[in-house]
């Protein structure tokens, strides 16, 4: 073996190397890491996680997926933003149970529960039955419409609004979970 050959075997050897490690280095899985966090690569489930840095909090789906196939990301990348004191969630479902609260007499009033006793002709008195037990919620909302709405009641339809639009939203939401 000649010195010319010796070398060109090693430039070869070397100009390999140098090859895998820029493959490594730009072969990554993830997008580029965002202002204020970073993303954890998943490489056993093949998903990339947004974590942000303290005091701030993903704008949008953290968890995101490449599909191979369809040669796109099944979520825009999002970023990492200031976090806020209450959540949008948190925020939709107190506003529900208040519209909830706010809308219960005029709702009643309108399906013919009224001051004056059950509405002719209005859906309360379509469903009336001589056996309407007292205690029913029949009665119950006759009664909400004579004289109105109890404190406690406010509070049971608020709360149980707010519940079920807070689960209901996050149930809606098309994000992965971690």
């Given at each position: 073996?000649?010195?010319?050959?010796?070398?060109?075997?090693?430039?070869?050897f070397l100009f390999i190397i140098l090859c895998l490690g820029l493959i490594n280095k730009v072969d990554s899985f993830c997008?580029?890491?965002?202002?204020?966090?970073?993303?954890?690569?998943?490489?056993?489930?093949?998903?990339?996680?947004?974590?942000?840095?303290?005091?701030?909090?993903?704008?949008?789906?953290?968890?995101?997926?490449?599909?191979?196939?369809?040669?796109?990301?099944?979520?825009?990348?999002?970023?990492?933003?200031?976090?806020?004191?209450?959540?949008?969630?948190?925020?939709?479902?107190?506003?529900?149970?208040?519209a909830a609260v706010v809308a219960t007499p005029v709702v009643l009033a309108g399906a013919g529960f009224?001051?004056?006793?059950?509405?002719?002709?209005?859906?309360?008195?379509?469903?009336?039955?001589?056996?309407?037990?007292?205690?029913?919620?029949?009665?119950?909302?006759?009664?909400?419409?004579?004289?109105?709405?109890?404190?406690?009641?406010?509070?049971?339809?608020?709360?149980?609004?707010?519940?079920?639009?807070?689960?209901?939203?996050?149930?809606?939401?098309?994000?992965?979970?971690?």
């Amino acid at each position: 073996m000649t010195p010319r050959t010796g070398c060109a075997i090693f430039f070869f050897f070397l100009f390999i190397i140098l090859c895998l490690g820029l493959i490594n280095k730009v072969d990554s899985f993830c997008p580029v890491n965002p202002r204020h966090g970073y993303w954890d690569e998943d490489t056993v489930s093949g998903r990339c996680i947004l974590r942000c840095d303290g005091g701030y909090e993903p704008s949008g789906c953290h968890v995101i997926r490449y599909s191979h196939r369809h040669g796109k990301w099944n979520h825009d990348f999002p970023s990492c933003q200031k976090e806020w004191p209450v959540s949008g969630k948190t925020l939709a479902a107190g506003g529900t149970g208040v519209a909830a609260v706010v809308a219960t007499p005029v709702v009643l009033a309108g399906a013919g529960f009224t001051a004056a006793g059950v509405a002719a002709g209005s859906i309360a008195a379509m469903i009336q039955t001589p056996l309407t037990a007292v205690g029913s919620w029949f009665a119950l909302s006759q009664s909400a419409g004579v004289v109105g709405t109890a404190l406690a009641t406010k509070g049971v339809v608020g709360a149980s609004t707010s519940a079920i639009t807070y689960a209901t939203l996050g149930l809606l939401s098309d994000c992965e979970k971690e």
